[in-house]
Structure formats: C-alpha cells, structure tokens
C-alpha cells in the first residue's frame, strides 16, 4: 500500500473514531414515556404510566447477566426497585397536601412494537380540587425525556423532566413551575416541540438528511472516460438543489406519518428501525461509488417514506380520538419542518461556502459519507440482533 493510501486510510480510521466517540458522548437517546390520569375530583386519583423498559434499564441496570439482552424475567426480579423509582419520579398533591401514591407490580406491554413497562397506581389524597403532578424522570439526566400526559376530559400535553402540571379538564402547566414555557409544552404547542426534539435528536434522520446535502452544492462533470464532481457555479443552483431534496423528504414522510398515525397502514419498528439505517448506508455509498447523480430528490422521497413510519412511533401508542389525533399529527409534523429547515439551513451554509474547495469531493463528500456509512451499519447490527454498540 503506498504512503498516500496510507495516509488516507488513517485520516479514515480517526475520522470514523472521532465521530463514534462524539455520538457516544450521548449515551441515553431521546425517549417518551406515557401517562393517563383520572384526575377524579371527589375519590381516588388513578394513573397508569408506561415508560420504555431501555429507560428503565438507563437508570436501574436492569440487564443481570450483562449479556445486552433484556428479558421481562430480569425486568421482573427487580419489580420493587423500579417501583421506588416511579415514586420518586412522580408525586401527586391535592391542594397542599401529598398524595400516597401506590404501585402495583408492573405489567408488560407492547407500544408501537417497543417493550414498555406499564405501572398503574392509585393517589389517597386530602381534600382539596386542585389536582398537581410533579414529573421527574431523567431530570438532570436526559433533557430531551418527554412524557406525554391524557387526562380525562382534556387534550394531551407533553412536558419535560422537572414539570408542574395540574391535573384537571383545564389542565395546564403550573406557571410556578421552574421550567420555561419552551421546556414544558402543552397542547398544540407542545406537539410541535416534540416534532422539533424528535428530529433534532433523531440522528438517523439527520445523518440520512446530510448524505443527501452533501453533494447537492456538486455536479457531475464528464471528463473523458470518467464522471468527477465540481462545485456548482452559484449558490442560487446549489440552493434550488437542495429545496427540491427538502421537499421531497417532506412530503415523503408526511405522507406515512399520517398512515401510520390514523392505522391505515402499520409496519413494526423492528422491521422500520433497521431499514432506516439501511436507507442511510445506500444514501452514503452512493456518494462514494456514484450511481444516482441527477434525481437525488426521488431518493429524497423514496427512502423519505420510509422514515416516515419512524416518525410515527411517537404518536402511534396514544389513543386519542381522531379529532384529537389530527391536531397531534399536524402539531408534531409541524415541529418535525421547522427543526428540518433549521438543520439543511445550517449545513447548506457550510457546505455551500466550503464547495469550490479543491479538497470537498474527497475529504469532505467521500470521507463524511465513509463515517456516515460506518456508523449506519453499525446502527443496522443493533437493530437486527437487538445489540447496544453505539448507544443511541
């Protein structure tokens, strides 16, 4: 191998463990937990709360035998354990007085294809009518943790860790709380922040979204026996380049978002997730060994529907009316757009002001898809054998 080849493959190698170190550095990945209460004015509150068992496992090690394969046996024999922590990460007052709440054992229960454990528990409370929840789980620990709270005879709201929320049929969140209005959303609004974490947190969306931008500030060029990449001749083509790939991933996964959200069409995230990662390693590998040049908007939108069934998987445990279902769609949808144009916003600028570089086709184009290939693939074994390689 000559020295050059060598240099390069080293630069490859660093890059790759740059880039698996920095994601790492993010060892919990979004989550969303579930929480239905009757908020019984007179009598005794009951809550039903379900939260993913990779969350509990996060906080409780709940994997006994380290082998990276949580069983329910193992979830289980720690029944008491994760009964304290739901106490701790809830506490319900009526008026000014604490409720006692109880758990029962926890049951296992399957949403949107994900293993989650469901506790239910009733509140003795005082007298009083203001009903009040503080939630915090991961508080201090994952900021992106959402929990999305149905109470009977209310729409449903998301909140973060650290929430006051007031459990009643004009139920809000508490203006004393000490998060801002932007950390604990509620209604519509917090819809649309949940669309916004959800793709802001979601790297296989956003490492599949960059692919696809990387060559869209170049153009293939024929130089006799071979094509080879140039930069764009201005910034209003590269643009419109990237506009037509936007727009199509947009109306893509709008479309099976809205499938999957109303039932019409549903797929298990067992086969969604690693075909996701799939997507991304084709996406990435044709930027290196170039097959689709010309129409990388119909990759947009071909590989797009199938994130979009990703998407879904937020919404998809809620058993909301359809009424409700709708605003929910739409508000979380929403939120996915505005955090997707913040994202090829910002990569169009750097990647555009960096395309006339002589270096971009190899190191930034060539070398960015390699890593992005890697940690896709890597992505796809965790997924198909169930493994915790990178951690997010």
């Not at 993913?52 to 329910?72: F, K």
């Not at 009316?321 to 979380?332: I, N, Q, T």
Request: with cysteine.
């Amino acid at each position: 191998m000559s020295s050059a080849a060598l240099r390069i493959t080293g630069r490859i190698v660093c890059a790759s463990a740059l880039s698996l170190i920095a994601f790492n550095a993010c060892a919990h990945s979004t989550s969303t937990a579930y929480l239905e209460v009757d908020a019984a004015t007179h009598g005794t509150p009951a809550l039903q709360w379900r939260v993913a068992l990779r969350d509990l496992d996060a906080l409780l090690n709940l994997d006994a035998n380290g082998d990276a394969q949580l069983t329910w046996g193992e979830v289980a024999d720690r029944s008491a354990d994760i009964n304290a922590l739901a106490v701790s990460a809830l506490s319900v007052t009526r008026g000014t007085q604490a409720c006692a709440l109880r758990f029962a054992a926890p049951q296992y229960v399957r949403l949107a294809d994900v293993g989650y454990a469901q506790l239910d528990a009733t509140a003795a409370c005082g007298g009083g009518d203001k009903l009040t929840l503080d939630y915090r789980l991961f508080e201090n620990v994952d900021p992106s943790h959402r929990v999305l709270i149905s109470v009977r005879g209310a729409p449903p709201r998301i909140v973060a860790p650290g929430a006051q929320v007031e459990l009643s049929s004009a139920a809000r969140v508490s203006d004393s709380a000490a998060d801002s209005a932007a950390d604990v959303p509620s209604g519509f609004s917090g819809f649309v922040s949940s669309g916004i974490a959800h793709i802001a947190g979601g790297f296989d969306h956003v490492l599949f979204l960059l692919c696809l931008l990387l060559p869209a500030v170049l153009q293939r060029q024929r130089a006799g026996q071979t094509d080879r990449w140039i930069p764009r001749d201005n910034t209003q083509g590269a643009l419109v380049a990237v506009i037509w790939i936007a727009t199509a991933f947009t109306v893509a996964h709008s479309i099976t978002l809205a499938l999957a959200t109303f039932g019409v069409i549903r797929i298990p995230a067992r086969v969604i997730e690693p075909l996701i990662a799939l997507t991304i390693v084709a996406t990435a590998l044709n930027n290196v060994w170039p097959v689709v040049t010309r129409r990388l908007a119909a990759v947009a939108f071909a590989f797009g529907l199938i994130h979009g069934f990703g998407f879904a998987e937020v919404l998809a445990p809620l058993s909301l009316p359809r009424a409700e279902l709708a605003g929910a769609l739409l508000g979380f949808n929403l939120g996915v757009e505005i955090g997707q144009i913040a994202i090829v916003a910002g990569a169009f600028v750097v990647l555009a002001s960096l395309r006339r570089w002589s270096g971009y086709p190899r190191w930034i184009l060539r070398l960015g898809s390699i890593v992005i290939a890697i940690v896709a693939t890597l992505w796809f074994i965790e997924r198909v054998f169930d493994l915790e390689i990178l951690g997010f």
